[in-house]
């Protein structure tokens, strides 16, 4: 009985470690945010990599929302139901976001891998000159949706080709761990 108790309270310790970084990074940005708790994951509508959280448009949540952890980006909602939906995860091979490196604005188009310690960061320069550990946030969409400004997405871990080369881009390590979701936001409202 006291094994249980113990355990009980380490996972709620996780939860609320989960909840105090989620309401970190959403007070930092000013975001509107919804909390949820993933409930599920698999597949969903022919994707791989998706979960389901316990908010749906009961609480504000519509379909292509920006869905974070404390760590940073975790993906978008793609069907919303009263109380639950489903999340497209940025891992996912079909997942495809806006970014931005946080040192020097260059921009580009980050996409998941399939591997949930992995993603990929087209370039549109080239030439842009990038280093390994520099940080990429979503640079946003109109309106917020489906990805808010200044999300943090991963660092560089590695760059593929060389300056100039059509094809070079660099592997993020996402910030975002999909493999031990548990206590996720919804952004509703992304700043003015």
Do not use: C, H, K
Request: hydrophobic share 45%; proline share 5%.
């Amino acid at each position: 009985r006291l094994q249980a108790e113990l355990d009980t309270i380490a996972n709620a310790r996780a939860r609320v470690a989960d909840l105090e970084a989620l309401l970190g990074l959403v007070s930092v940005n000013d975001y509107d945010a919804v909390p949820a708790q993933v409930i599920a994951v698999g597949p969903a509508q022919g994707v791989a990599w998706t979960a389901t959280i316990d908010a749906g448009s009961r609480d504000g949540v519509e379909r292509d929302m920006s869905v974070i952890s404390g760590a940073g980006l975790v993906g978008r909602t793609i069907d919303v139901g009263p109380t639950p939906s489903t999340v497209l995860l940025v891992v996912a091979a079909t997942s495809s976001v806006g970014g931005r490196l946080a040192g020097t604005a260059q921009i580009g188009s980050v996409s998941g891998t399939g591997r949930q310690d992995a993603l990929t960061m087209q370039l549109l320069d080239p030439l842009a000159a990038v280093d390994v550990g520099d940080v990429v946030v979503a640079f946003g969409s109109e309106g917020g949706r489906p990805y808010a400004p200044g999300i943090p997405i991963g660092t560089v871990a590695e760059m593929r080709g060389t300056e100039g080369q059509r094809t070079r881009s660099a592997i993020l390590v996402p910030y975002a761990d999909v493999s031990r979701l548990d206590i996720v936001g919804v952004i509703l409202r992304a700043p003015e």
